[in-house]
């Protein structure tokens, strides 16, 4: 299927008020192998945030632990807030070609101008985190941009009959960004309809950490 | 005499000056030491929280590092932590959980009361008994039943993760009155 195609597929089903049924883009769906059920070991796992230092008398606490924008990039294989669209679809191991900022669709669930593109999982390269656990076919990672840059990203991770539950693999790209602290990578997970979502967000913009994704349809 | 200082002290300050105001060496050769660990130093104390979001059942261990006072000295190779530990810690213990979940509310410590699961909230678990400290225990566990899709646990301290995980099952086994099979570790100081 030509690219192009491909990102306008993902572009009509990623914001909610263009959202149509995942039966929609079926050719996508066979594109996107179920990985793995659910592992049959009844371990937990534990997320690690950053440790958090204390003087003696625990009346202050700062990071222990420095860390830089470049913690993030070497976690997603240089991605880093700000970058623009074309610069973002460059990293991505199948381009869209000519991507351009004017051709994006509108996210018009945030405040101001914010446009996006999306890829499914498995064209998002290092962006795609290894998920542990199926995934589900439908599932894609939304770029988020503002006119200032890349400022979030959004993986979505929806249910299908050949994977009836995401939540392990979305806890295991969750699991990828927790250890950054805060102050460079705002990472929160959420359920909505029968999607998990994982969004990393600059914190440089916190007030669109509160906007969430809203699946419509099941 | 009066003349001959008056010719004298101009020139012992100018030319002191001249001296001082010359070229300077900026690099003096200070380089910065390398930062060398000292792998025997006493481990400083760190007491780890286990915080659960009960929305998605995921377990955040969040370790909580404390400077030792002047006067502390290791036992067993380990700094001391401190006899009591403020509510404060444990709420920014919360914070790590609360600030990276969908719903705030949701964030709970990780030792659930008997009956968690009728009444989720964090009423009903303890802050004490979700945390160990590094100066006794290496590792901190859980354990946990499933009620439905919530994960019902407790924890458990040890000097090993195996002693951690058994240490959560039997306080989450006479808690619970369950058997509790879903389980977890890390070590107290992080990986």
């Keep these: ?218 | 005499m009066r003349l001959s200082w008056l010719i004298v002290v101009p020139w012992l300050l100018l030319s002191g000056g001249v001296v001082v105001a010359g070229p300077q060496a900026f690099d003096l050769h200070l380089d910065v030491p390398p930062i060398v660990a000292d792998s025997k130093a006493p481990a400083s104390c760190t007491v780890t929280y286990l915080i659960d979001d009960t929305a998605n059942n995921d377990v955040f261990a969040e370790r909580m590092r404390i400077a030792s006072a002047e006067t502390d000295t290791p036992i067993n190779n380990r700094m001391p932590c401190p006899a009591n530990v403020p509510p404060r810690v444990g709420e920014r213990a919360l914070d790590a959980c609360q600030s990276r979940a969908g719903d705030p509310k949701q964030c709970v410590f990780a030792d659930m009361a008997r009956g968690f699961q009728r009444e989720p909230n964090i009423d009903n678990t303890s802050e004490i008994a979700s945390r160990c400290s590094s100066d006794k225990f290496s590792d901190i566990g859980v354990a946990c039943w499933m009620s439905g899709k919530l994960s019902v646990c407790d924890v458990g301290c040890g000097n090993s993760p195996k002693e951690a995980v058994a240490q959560a099952q039997a306080r989450c086994s006479e808690k619970q009155q369950h058997s509790c099979p879903v389980t977890a570790t890390v070590p107290i100081p992080g990986p």
């Design chain 1, 1 to 218: 299927m030509n690219p192009r195609r491909i990102a306008m597929l993902l572009m009509s089903v990623a914001s909610p008020a263009l959202m149509g049924p995942v039966s929609t883009w079926p050719a996508l769906a066979q594109q996107v192998p179920a990985t793995a059920g659910p592992s049959a070991e009844p371990v937990e796992r534990i997320l690690l945030p950053p440790p958090i230092q204390w003087d003696n008398g625990m009346l202050n606490f700062s990071p222990a632990l420095p860390q830089t924008a470049r913690d993030f990039a070497n976690l997603t294989g240089g991605l880093a807030f700000g970058m623009s669209p074309a610069q973002v679809n460059a990293l991505l191991p199948d381009p869209y070609p000519g991507l351009a900022w004017s051709d994006l669709p509108l996210a018009n669930e945030y405040p101001g101008e914010v446009r996006y593109f999306g890829v499914t999982l498995d064209r998002a390269g290092p962006l795609r985190m290894d998920p542990v656990g199926c995934t589900g076919a439908g599932s894609y990672l939304v770029l988020l941009f503002t006119s200032n840059g890349l400022f979030r990203l959004s993986y979505r991770l929806i249910a299908d009959k050949n994977c009836t539950d995401t939540n392990a693999a979305a806890q295991s790209i969750f699991a990828r960004f927790v250890p950054i602290t805060q102050a460079i990578a705002m990472s929160t997970r959420y359920r909505t309809g029968n999607a998990n979502v994982v969004e990393v967000t600059d914190p440089t913009v916190a007030y669109m950490a509160f906007v969430r994704w809203r699946r419509v349809s099941n």
